[in-house]
């Protein structure tokens, strides 16, 4: 994988966390609609899950640590801090 197409992919993790981590914190919906809170939630899962299995072999150790254990406001901590 280029730098180029990392970049592009960190960047979309960065986003899918954060969309993730929003989905979670969204009390309103939960308490208006539990079950579109569910479908919401799940959905933003697999994104994350999916660009997750995106990342190649050489991706950073610390981040795929933090992805495979569900550490996600790590993960979206570490992607904040790097330079793309």
Do not use: C, G, I
């Not at 981590?21 to 999916?50: F, G, I, M, N, P």
């Amino acid at each position: 994988m280029s730098t180029a197409m990392m970049n592009v992919t960190l960047q979309e993790l960065r986003e899918a966390l954060q969309a993730r981590l929003d989905v979670v914190a969204d009390r309103a919906l939960y308490e208006q609609d539990a079950a579109a809170h569910l479908a919401k939630l799940q959905a933003a899962s697999e994104t994350v899950d999916r660009l997750a299995q995106a990342l190649p072999a050489s991706a950073d150790s610390m981040l795929r640590h933090y992805l495979e254990r569900q550490s996600y406001v790590k993960a979206l901590d570490w992607l904040k801090s790097q330079p793309f």
